[in-house]
């Protein structure tokens, strides 16, 4: 069975991609949501979704952090329904880039959340599946259906992800940002992204993923890596780029084997979700 990344190679390829609202295709999205006012002092209040974070997000002993889903979904839930009906109702434009930036990363995973809620209990997000094509019957999850609104497009995650964020900011820090809640998928974070914080926020979810072991691990001398670099390679430029971009962030004692390796082994990626024990 493909995976979800796999899946997503393929149907770009046949270029089968299509929005079903708004007519806006997926190749143009980018352009469609590429305009920024580079004056704006706009800031949109992200602190509902940074309370929702610090009281259902907890950081485990492991270094992963995991949602407390069983109480998210009785006691926060209409609170996050909420938050992302006022992101629907911002005007994305308006908006400067970095805000745009914290603005698409927030409601991605805020989105996420939403959809894992409505159908918890699961053991996965790919356990989600709303449609969105056979591609979407295929792979499982929920990422191909259009779940938001954002000025008058219908938009699914996978086209925040790779319509808009990838191609817009062409950050590959991006990938610590947006979370697809599962254990292999960079940290949740316990608080929403901000334009005033969102290099350091990046930068330190880069530094928490390289240096664990969902990230990059060496093993007898082999190197075993996150599948999201080798699902997204391109955004590192290649094998040696994301080597490269892994010794920028990795701690002393992963640098120093990292300078002797010049090649990934293999990959790997968990899909279990990650619930915080109850």
Not at 205 to 221: D, K, L
Not at 231 to 246: I, N, T
Request: charge should be neutral; hydrophobic fraction near 45%.
């Amino acid at each position: 069975m493909l995976t979800r990344r796999q899946g997503l190679k393929t149907i770009a390829a046949s270029g089968l991609l299509v929005l079903t609202a708004m007519p806006v295709r997926a190749a143009v999205l980018d352009e469609t949501f590429a305009t920024f006012k580079a004056d704006s002092d706009v800031a949109i209040d992200h602190s509902a979704w940074s309370k929702l974070l610090a009281t259902y997000v907890v950081a485990s002993p492991d270094a992963i952090n995991r949602v407390r889903y069983a109480d998210f979904k009785r006691d926060g839930h209409a609170r996050l329904k909420q938050y992302i009906k006022d992101l629907e109702a911002v005007e994305v434009s308006s908006l400067a880039r970095r805000e745009q930036m914290a603005f698409w990363a927030n409601l991605y995973n805020a989105k996420t959340i939403d959809i894992v809620l409505d159908a918890y209990p699961v053991k996965s997000i790919k356990d989600t599946s709303l449609g969105g094509g056979l591609l979407a019957v295929v792979t499982g999850g929920p990422w191909k259906a259009k779940v938001v609104t954002i000025a008058g497009a219908r938009l699914s995650l996978d086209d925040i992800e790779h319509g808009i964020l990838r191609p817009v900011f062409k950050d590959p820090r991006v990938h610590y940002a947006v979370n697809c809640a599962s254990i292999g998928c960079p940290n949740i974070m316990r608080e929403a992204f901000n334009a005033t914080t969102l290099d350091a926020q990046l930068d330190a979810g880069a530094r928490a993923y390289v240096n664990h072991r969902r990230g990059f691990a060496v093993m007898g001398g082999g190197l075993t890596a996150s599948s999201i670099y080798d699902w997204f390679a391109s955004d590192f430029g290649d094998e040696a780029g994301v080597l490269a971009h892994a010794r920028t962030y990795a701690a002393p004692p992963l640098k120093q084997k990292l300078e002797r390796i010049s090649e990934i082994s293999g990959y790997d990626y968990d899909w279990s979700l990650n619930e915080a024990p109850r």
